[in-house]
């Protein structure tokens, strides 16, 4: 049997109150597409920051080729073939392509040379990218290519990719799997972390699955269905959301003409924008990453003011009402950037408990904070949406991503709110997580709330959306029944056919 390109013998990671890494093992091949599985909080991220050299280990080791590895930067990792694509990206957006690209190497070549192996590159893999674009004016998937080219002009034996296809359009996530399948042609190695088990099905060679830091199990994608990997990584039968019988009554939240300049250079401006729902409704928004949804959130939720008329809640205009006035009446909202916009990293989720829940949760009385009261209602957002943490006095960059997720849509669901805006609600939770989180939003419209969600993950729509509607360079399209559509209608609306009769098509 030949020498595996990664082998981890043993890795183990501690931090206070949590073993995140409990003796892991595992072996990657030359062109292998291998697919890293876990619930949020399983040690993922750990495992892949020690082999790409942002933590080491406490106990174990790993072998590269054969040889001792153990990377004590991203430097030295890169040194061996080890390239990393991050789930959030690190780019500049007044820099253009090649000056973002130039900065990520150790010894980027002359900006003319640099662009023209960018273009090569770009060629060669199917990722076209001009290197003269200035990056605030990149689509998502755009953006992932500047990611994934910087690190195939360093040309890796390993390529470690992080939830890939959590910003993408279908249309794009088709370009990057036959990009990678190139790869993997050629022998490089791809480490693939994602909670899309589909994809994982239609892409891996192997899988191995962790939970609560172990490798409990492996398996071939191709022969192993999505629900039995999700219950392998949770170690439970997966129920689906489903929604509840009920009916809809009166609208509870009228939008009109939304006109709203994006606070940022880089931003999507929303253009003449309407739209109703109706008390025990879900509305889908979908659409590619930068085409006004933070704007659309930041305006029903405050954030951004509008003008008179454009904005009603129960038949009463919101112009003039910022987000804790919104709240005190019932309209919530939870942005799709949750550390640092929903959440503050360094406080406590005691603390973040209270910074949106002080009014509808009696957290205040005359000016003073009630703490035993702020911190049995976190202890309650962690019980009832099972967020992984020691407790409620740890700080919110403590956690996973997934887990703080779970939290900050479980402090406005549990509020009650009459009128819910969500940005992104599922974006990087595991599978079991999705579900609860899906089902916890049915439940609030089946109690009678107006649900708008906005979300890249079409799948998420189709399932608990009654109307869906395409937001499109800051236009949106006149919301439809899901039931009427299919995904290709879908696609077709987010391509901007909104005065088009898509069910015709």
Excluded at 171 to 176: A, G, N, P, S
Aim: charged share 20%; net charge negative.
């Amino acid at each position: 049997m030949s020498t595996p390109l990664l082998s981890i013998n043993g890795l183990t990671k501690a931090y206070p109150g949590v073993v995140a890494n409990d003796d892991v093992s595992l072996a990657i091949a030359a062109g292998e597409i291998h697919a890293l599985l876990g619930e949020n909080g399983a040690g993922k991220s750990t495992l892949v920051k020690m082999i790409y050299g942002l933590v080491k280990p406490d106990a174990g080791h790993m072998e590269m080729r054969g040889a001792p590895f153990a990377p004590t930067d991203p430097r030295a990792a890169r040194g061996v073939g080890v390239g990393m694509v991050f789930q959030h990206f690190s780019l500049f957006d007044a820099l253009s392509v090649a000056e973002n690209i130039a900065l990520g190497m150790e010894t980027p070549p002359p900006m003319r040379t640099l662009a023209d192996q960018i273009r090569a590159v770009s060629e060669t893999y199917g990722l076209p990218l001009s290197p003269d674009r200035v990056v605030g004016d990149l689509s998502a998937g755009e953006r992932q290519r500047v990611e994934i080219i910087r690190c195939l002009l360093q040309e890796p034996s390993l390529l470690i990719m992080d939830e890939p296809t959590s910003v993408l359009t279908p249309q794009e996530v088709d370009i990057l799997f036959e990009t990678l399948r190139k790869l993997s042609a050629e022998g490089t190695a791809i480490l693939y972390i994602s909670h899309k088990l589909e994809e994982i099905r239609s892409l891996c060679d192997a899988a191995t699955i962790l939970r609560g830091g172990k490798v409990v199990g492996t398996c071939v994608p191709q022969d192993t269905s999505a629900r039995d990997m999700a219950e392998m990584m949770v170690g439970a039968r997966l129920v689906a959301p489903k929604a509840q019988d009920h009916s809809f009554g009166g609208v509870k939240l009228a939008v009109k003409g939304l006109s709203v300049a994006s606070p940022s250079a880089f931003g999507m401006s929303l253009k003449d924008v309407s739209f109703d729902v109706q008390a025990g409704e879900v509305l889908g928004i979908g659409g590619v990453a930068g085409n006004g949804q933070d704007e659309l959130l930041a305006a029903l939720s405050g954030e951004v003011p509008c003008a008179p008329g454009m904005v009603a809640f129960d038949g009463r205009c919101l112009s003039g009402a910022g987000p804790e006035t919104r709240r005190g009446m019932g309209v919530l909202a939870a942005p799709e950037e949750r550390l640092g916009h929903a959440a503050a990293p360094n406080m406590s989720l005691t603390e973040n408990a209270m910074l949106t829940g002080a009014a509808r949760q009696g957290l205040a009385r005359r000016g003073f904070l009630d703490w035993a009261k702020t911190r049995a209602f976190a202890e309650r957002i962690i019980d009832s949406f099972d967020v992984r943490t020691p407790g409620p006095g740890n700080a919110a960059r403590s956690l996973s991503g997934g887990n703080l997720q779970k939290f900050v849509i479980g402090r406005e669901v549990l509020q009650r709110p009459e009128v819910l805006v969500v940005n992104q609600p599922t974006w990087g939770v595991d599978a079991a997580a999705a579900a609860a989180i899906r089902q916890a939003l049915l439940d609030l419209a089946a109690g009678g709330a107006a649900v708008v969600v906005i979300s890249q993950d079409l799948d998420e729509l189709m399932e608990i959306s009654d109307r869906f509607a395409a937001l499109n360079e800051g236009r949106l399209s006149a919301p439809r029944p899901t039931s009427e559509l299919d995904v290709e209608q879908i696609g077709l609306m987010l391509g901007g056919a909104h005065g088009m009769e898509v069910a015709h098509v």
